[in-house]
T-cell receptor
Framework: ETGVTQSPTHLIKTRGQQVTLRCSSQSGHNTVSWYQQALGQGPQFIFQYYREEENGRGNFPPRFSGLQFPNYSSELNVNALELDDSALYLC??????????????FGQGTRLTVV | GQSLEQPSEVTAVEGAIVQINCTYQTSGFYGLSWYQQHDGGAPTFLSYNGLDGLEETGRFSSFLSRSDSYGYLLLQELQMKDSASYFCAVEPTFGGGTRVLVKP
């Protein structure tokens, strides 16, 4: 039990729709990172937020956006869903930001299916 | 950019030792992390190497050579429950994962 919770656990959306995924980080963790994980592959870094500001971004288009709130919760928003967006979306909270000696605590993920 | 290479799959029997190698190319390096992920589960942190050398945590050990841009995770006394995928990471970038299958 990592103390990181994500909702919903599963979601089915139609191509072109928009989706919001939610994450509640461990209390005291100022950093949240979001990852996309396709079946059989490693987590792909989407972006990271540190104290409510975007602190780094991977190779994902602008239709992937996020927010982090003062209460250690965060959101991942994806607009104009495409079939290739079907994946497991993971959030991870940590004490420090990118490049620091830190352990990331992952949530169980949201399995998104785009049809 | 950053990339990490690791073998895709390793099979071993209970009680054996498995070494998972990881080579990386990164712009900016603080340390190498290792995570375990069981099917359907979340990645969980195993170890971190910020300096060269060996870090031991129970049956698992991790090694780093910064000059060689290389590290490995050593799984000893393999148990069935160790069947999982293992990822090296120069956070926030993860490798593609090594699937370890432990047979009786």
């Amino acid at each position: 039990e990592t103390g990181v919770t994500q909702s919903p656990t599963h979601l089915i959306k139609t191509r072109g729709q928009q989706v919001t995924l939610r994450c509640s980080s461990q209390s005291g963790h100022n950093t949240v990172s979001w990852y996309q994980q396709a079946l059989g592959q490693g987590p792909q870094f989407i972006f990271q937020y540190y104290r409510e500001e975007e602190n780094g971004r991977g190779n994902f288009p602008p239709r992937f956006s996020g927010l982090q709130f003062p209460n250690y919760s965060s959101e991942l928003n994806v607009n104009a869903l495409e079939l290739d967006d079907s994946a497991l979306y993971l959030c991870a909270s940590s004490l420090y930001s990118i490049g620091r000696d830190t352990e990331a605590f992952f949530g169980q993920g949201t399995r998104l299916t785009v049809v | 950019g950053q990339s990490l290479e690791q073998p895709s799959e390793v099979t071993a029997v209970e009680g054996a030792i498995v070494q998972i190698n990881c080579t990386y190319q990164t712009s900016g390096f603080y340390g190498l992390s290792w995570y375990q992920q069981h099917d359907g589960g979340a990645p969980t942190f195993l170890s971190y190497n910020g300096l060269d050398g060996l870090e031991e945590t129970g049956r698992f050990s991790s090694f780093l050579s910064r000059s060689d841009s290389y590290g490995y995770l050593l799984l000893q006394e393999l148990q069935m429950k160790d069947s999982a995928s293992y990822f090296c990471a120069v956070e926030p970038t993860f490798g593609g994962g090594t699937r370890v299958l432990v047979k009786p």
